[in-house]
């Protein structure tokens, strides 16, 4: 029997359950809302992910989401308000990696943004679309399981944009099960519509 092996001792930071933001998100701030999770990904994050996007078009390259966490009723409110690429990832057109390397410098990122946690982490799917695969959806369960707020933020640069959001989507373990959190407003511009159909690969 084969059983499944450990996922790194990493520091993600502890959570410090805090009071909620209310009311509507600031300008430049993305909303997508599930049953127990909203996520506002602020407009530094959204552009730090499409500039990295934009260094490797046909590549899919990722790292890690930073910001805080709140508690919202029985759920949580995610704001993400930065990300620290994965400059050593190693990236394929269909796949990506983090090795060693990309792990270290990512800790080493991490302790000097001490402020913020790590909320997640994202990748990009060129020209694929949005959604998780299989391998995303194992590499969120090994190392993004052990808290429920942890979400994952999949960007394809080829993907239409647009007030729904297409290109961009946000996943999280809502009400229990791993799912795509509907993109529900965009503080600067109109309100857009319900999240694509999951698909799988
Ligand atoms: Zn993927």
Not at 35 to 61: F, G, K, N, Y
Not at 105 to 130: F, N, Q, S
Request: contains cysteine.
């Amino acid at each position: 029997m084969i059983s499944p092996s450990p996922a790194p001792a990493i520091d993600w930071g502890a959570l410090v359950v805090q009071p909620a933001i209310s009311g509507t998100p600031a300008r430049g701030v993305r909303r997508f809302a599930g049953q127990t999770i909203v996520c506002e990904l602020q407009d530094l994050a959204e552009r730090t992910v499409r500039d990295h996007a934009a260094t490797a078009p046909r590549l899919e390259v990722g790292g890690l989401l930073i910001g805080d966490v709140y508690t919202a009723g029985s759920g949580f409110h995610v704001d993400v308000s930065g990300a620290l690429p994965a400059r050593r990832a190693i990236s394929g057109m269909l796949h990506l990696r983090f090795g060693v390397a990309a792990w270290l410098d990512l800790t080493r990122e991490r302790h000097l943004r001490k402020r913020e946690r790590v909320v997640g982490w994202y990748h990009t799917h060129p020209g694929i679309g949005v959604f998780l695969s299989a391998t995303d959806r194992n590499l969120h369960g090994a190392f993004f399981c052990g808290l429920p707020w942890y979400v994952a933020l999949v960007f394809d640069p080829a993907g239409p944009a647009g007030p729904a959001g297409d290109e961009l989507g946000v996943f999280a373990q809502d009400d229990g099960a791993l799912g795509q959190l509907a993109a529900v407003a965009r503080a600067d511009g109109p309100l857009a519509g319900q999240a694509g159909q999951e698909r799988s690969t």
